[in-house]
Every structure is written in C-alpha cells, then in structure tokens.
C-alpha cells in the first residue's frame, strides 16, 4: 500500500486565529493519519484544501484548481455564499463545543427573564412578592431547530418549559411541538413568551421578525438572537419595546459589527447587548472537524456539514 500524500492546506484567517488553530488542526490531522503542511499563504494553483474564515480575506477563488473543498472554520457562511467565484464544495463548521456554549448562552437569558431576574434579584427597590410561573407554563418560540437551535430547544423542554420549534422542514423533537411554513410561524409565535432567533440569513428568512410577527407575542415578550441580525427589522423591534408591546430584546448579532458606537439599541433601556460572543468555536473541538473534513477528502468519503447553495444555508 503508497504513502499517503502530504495535503498542502491554505489556512486563510487573521493572524491571532492562525496562531491559534494551526497547532490544534496539524495535531488533529496528525491523529486521523493524514500528512500535511498548513501554511497561511501559498500559490492558488498548490492547494489541496482551503480552511478559511469567510471574511473576505479571500476575494477570488477562482485560481484555486486543484482544491478539493473550501472548509469554514465559522457556522455561518451567510458572508461568502453570494461569492460567483466559490464554486468549491463548501463546509461550513458545526462544532460540538460551540453547540454547547450556545446551549448555555441561551438558557441562561432564557431562565434571566424567566424568573425575573432583573425585577426582584438586581433590583434593591420594593417588596414585590409575586411568584414567578413555572416554566411549564411559559410558552418559548426557539426559531430554527439545527445543530444550535434544535440543542437549545432540547435543553429549555428538560427544563421543562413550553417549546415550541420553528423550521424550514417538518421535523419531530420529543418534548416539544414542532412547526414549519409560514403558518407554523404563527403558531409558534402566537402568546409566546420568549422567542430564541438561531436561523441562518438567507432571503426567506430577513426580517422574519417584523411589526406583523412580533405583534403575535405575548404583551411584554422577550427576543433573544444570537442567530443574525438582519432576522430582525430593527425599526419594528424598537417601536415595539418602546410602545411596550415587547418587553426585552437581547441580541448578540447585528446588521452590521461591530455595532456602531451611536447606535440607537446601545442606550436603550428595553436592550441588552453582547458583541457576538453567544458562541464561539473552540478551537480543540472545530480543530477534530477540520480535520475529519480533509481525510473523508483524500479517502474519497463525502464530506461532512456541506452548505446547500439553492437553500441558503
Ligand atoms: N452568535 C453566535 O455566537 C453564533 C455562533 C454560531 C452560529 N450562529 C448562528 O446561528 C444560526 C443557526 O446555526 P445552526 O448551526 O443551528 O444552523 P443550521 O444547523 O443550518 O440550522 C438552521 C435552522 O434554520 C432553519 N431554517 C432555515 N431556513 C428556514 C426558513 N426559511 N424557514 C424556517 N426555518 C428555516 C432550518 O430548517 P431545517 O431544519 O428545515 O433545515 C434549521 O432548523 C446561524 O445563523 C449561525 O450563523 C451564531
């Protein structure tokens, strides 16, 4: 039996992400037995495999000819799918310990407003005593049911909240009530509570939340995105919290970021704000999806968590 070949890898990141993945990623491919060099420049025409952050650092794909796949090392794609020049097979990352950071981020704000953390834990004022329902009780629209959405939605159903999942296809999840199509988009919504956003961005999806659905919440609901900003209409959302219609708003993404400085949700009192931070990829699990991504590459295997250009995502 030959040798293996040694894969030339183009690892096109900032430096600080360079200097971080290149040894977890050379240690993953060295554990599933594939030779490699790992550069962050080399010729176009010399690479077997592109890892990229889809930032645009990469403009031009077209004189990669010889390249078997592009393989993000980010979930979302949303910036480098309108790229005519990508044509590649392109993986995006679906990492085990982003999923679970993401599963804490959100039933963290979850439970935040749930048991009404800021009304009687931050705040020294007054003595009121009311009971918080049980989350039996609390209906929670968790909009796109994937690898990040769908895990969220598990967690708040063992905690045993009222879930009730939105997606593009029918799917089934124990423990919750699962919807899809425009009309399951309604009846997730309607007299929900909370409303989690982990859908990708693509046409069918932008402004999903708008004066007409957001109208469908309970009085006083709370929206929590950390999937994409332009799911929101920012506009709608802001009439919303101020008319009191909505309660709270926390978003983790945004239309454009970094958020502006002046940007009118910063200073708004109804707004909770973090810098895209909801969930990161950690580098030790992405590193191991990377890496099994270029064996099935050289073994002739499919690869795995390839983004479907007709969906979107
Ligand atoms: N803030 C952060 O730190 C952070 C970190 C990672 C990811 N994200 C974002 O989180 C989002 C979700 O990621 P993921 O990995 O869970 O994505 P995913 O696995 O691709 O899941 C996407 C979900 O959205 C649903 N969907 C797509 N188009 C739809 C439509 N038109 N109508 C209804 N449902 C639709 C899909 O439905 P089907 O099930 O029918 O396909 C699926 O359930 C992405 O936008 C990603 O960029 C954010």
């Given at each position: 039996?030959?040798?293996?070949?040694?894969?030339?890898?183009?690892?096109?990141?900032?430096?600080?992400?360079?200097?971080?993945?290149?040894?977890?990623?050379?240690?993953?491919?060295?554990?599933?037995?594939?030779?490699?060099?790992?550069?962050?420049?080399?010729?176009?025409?010399?690479?077997?495999?592109?890892?990229?952050?889809?930032?645009d650092?990469?403009?031009?794909?077209?004189?990669?000819?010889?390249?078997?796949?592009?393989?993000?090392?980010w979930?979302?794609?949303?910036?480098?799918?309108?790229?005519?020049?990508?044509?590649?097979?392109?993986?995006?990352?679906?990492?085990p310990?982003?999923?679970?950071?993401?599963?804490?981020?959100?039933?963290?704000?979850?439970?935040?407003h749930?048991?009404?953390?800021?009304?009687?834990?931050?705040?020294?004022?007054?003595?009121?005593?009311?009971?918080?329902?049980?989350a039996?009780?609390?209906?929670?629209?968790?909009?796109?049911?994937?690898?990040?959405?769908?895990?969220?939605?598990?967690?708040?159903?063992?905690?045993?909240?009222?879930?009730?999942?939105?997606?593009?296809?029918?799917?089934?999840?124990d423990?919750?009530?699962?919807?899809?199509?425009?009309?399951?988009?309604?009846?997730?919504?309607?007299d929900?509570?909370?409303?989690?956003?982990?859908?990708?961005?693509?046409?069918?999806?932008e402004?999903?939340?708008?004066a007409?659905?957001?109208?469908?919440?309970?009085?006083?609901?709370?929206?929590?995105?950390?999937?994409?900003?332009?799911?929101?209409?920012?506009?709608?959302?802001?009439?919303?919290?101020?008319?009191?219609?909505?309660?709270?708003?926390?978003?983790?993404?945004?239309r454009?970021?970094?958020?502006?400085?002046?940007?009118?949700?910063?200073?708004?009192?109804k707004?909770?704000?973090?810098?895209?931070?909801?969930?990161?990829?950690?580098?030790?699990?992405?590193?191991?999806?990377?890496?099994?991504?270029?064996?099935?590459?050289?073994?002739?295997?499919?690869?795995?968590h390839?983004?479907?250009?007709?969906e979107?995502?």
């Open positions: 039996m030959s040798a293996p070949r040694t894969v030339d890898v183009l690892f096109s990141a900032p430096q600080d992400v360079y200097d971080e993945f290149h040894p977890a990623i050379m240690a993953a491919l060295k554990s599933v037995g594939v030779p490699a060099r790992i550069s962050p420049e080399l010729a176009p025409e010399d690479v077997d495999y592109i890892v990229f952050t889809p930032n650092l990469i403009k031009d794909f077209s004189g990669f000819t010889r390249a078997r796949a592009a393989l993000s090392i979930a979302g794609v949303d910036k480098v799918l309108g790229n005519p020049t990508l044509t590649l097979p392109l993986a995006r990352m679906v990492d310990g982003q999923r679970e950071g993401m599963v804490e981020f959100v039933t963290a704000h979850v439970l935040r749930h048991i009404g953390m800021d009304r009687y834990i931050l705040s020294s004022t007054g003595w009121d005593q009311t009971a918080p329902k049980l039996r009780y609390r209906k929670v629209a968790v909009l796109g049911l994937g690898e990040l959405g769908g895990a969220c939605a598990q967690m708040l159903s063992a905690l045993n909240f009222d879930v009730h999942g939105w997606s593009r296809r029918a799917r089934e999840l423990g919750m009530t699962c919807h899809h199509g425009a009309e399951g988009l309604t009846r997730a919504l309607s929900a509570e909370i409303v989690i956003c982990l859908l990708p961005t693509t046409p069918q999806t402004n999903v939340l708008n007409q659905t957001l109208a469908l919440l309970e009085p006083g609901a709370v929206v929590i995105n950390p999937g994409r900003g332009a799911l929101i209409d920012d506009a709608a959302l802001i009439t919303a919290l101020d008319a009191g219609t909505l309660g709270h708003a926390t978003l983790d993404t945004f454009i970021e970094p958020l502006d400085e002046d940007h009118p949700f910063r200073a708004h009192p707004i909770t704000i973090s810098p895209h931070i909801a969930s990161l990829v950690r580098v030790d699990s992405s590193a191991g999806v990377i890496a099994e991504n270029i064996r099935r590459g050289e073994a002739g295997e499919p690869f795995l390839l983004v479907s250009r007709q979107g995502y």
